[in-house]
T-cell receptor
Framework: ETGVTQSPTHLIKTRGQQVTLRCSSQ?????VSWYQQALGQGPQFIFQ???????GRGNFPPRFSGLQFPNYSSELNVNALELDDSALYLC?????????????FGPGTRLTVL | KNQVEQSPQSLIILEGKNCTLQ??????????LRWYKQDTGRGPVSLTI?????NTKSNGRYTATLDADTKQSSLHITASQLSDSASYIC???????????FGAGTRLFVKA
């Protein structure tokens, strides 16, 4: 177990709807990253939050947004869902003061858009 | 363009056999390379992490090698078990720690 938890585990939505996914980071970790993983593909970086501010973003449109809270937990929000948004969404946490790349993944949220 | 390419795309081996997975990268400047194991529908779990100065790292039956000059890494699995069936993902991070590139993974099937 990595100590990173995500909720919900599975979610079904329809096109145009909005969704919020949640992540609780490992204790002591102040940096959270979100990834989208389509079936059979490697994870794609969405964005990263450090101390409640976004400090890195991948090639995703603005309808993908996030939040990080004072306790370092995080949310990923996706508006105007599209069919291609169906994927496994992974959250990973690490300590910013720790070795770069030492991040721990949660179990993921499987999102299906119909 | 920063890329991480893995081969083969998929692999089928018999239980007890060894196998080697390959990873080539162009991420620069390079900080570290990690191998993850990912079971279907689950989050990736770290197997090994290597920095520029490390050539090999072992974790039980998993041994990773790194050649920073040729920008190649391999993951060798010895005496495979049925539970080794999973995707193995190579991940490379740049020195700033902000650019993390994932390979598409190698899907390994271990058959009895």
């Amino acid at each position: 177990e990595t100590g990173v938890t995500q909720s919900p585990t599975h979610l079904i939505k329809t096109r145009g709807q909005q969704v919020t996914l949640r992540c609780s980071s490992q204790s002591g970790h102040n940096t959270v990253s979100w990834y989208q993983q389509a079936l059979g593909q490697g994870p794609q970086f969405i964005f990263q939050y450090y101390r409640e501010e976004e400090n890195g973003r991948g090639n995703f449109p603005p309808r993908f947004s996030g939040l990080q809270f004072p306790n370092y937990s995080s949310e990923l929000n996706v508006n105007a869902l599209e069919l291609d948004d169906s994927a496994l969404y992974l959250c990973a946490s690490r300590s910013a003061g720790g070795r770069a790349g030492t991040q721990y993944f949660g179990p993921g949220t499987r999102l299906t858009v119909l | 363009k920063n890329q991480v390419e893995q081969s083969p795309q998929s692999l089928i081996i018999l239980e007890g056999k060894n196998c080697t997975l390959q990873c080539n990268y162009t991420v620069s400047p390079f900080s570290n390379l990690r191998w993850y194991k990912q079971d279907t529908g689950r989050g990736p779990v770290s197997l090994t992490i290597m920095t520029f100065s490390e050539n090999t790292k072992s974790n039980g039956r998993y041994t990773a090698t790194l050649d920073a000059d040729t920008k190649q890494s391999s993951l060798h699995i010895t005496a495979s078990q049925l539970s080794d069936s999973a995707s193995y993902i190579c991940v490379v991070t740049d020195t700033g720690g902000f650019k993390t590139i994932f390979g598409a993974g190698t899907r390994l099937f271990v058959k009895a």
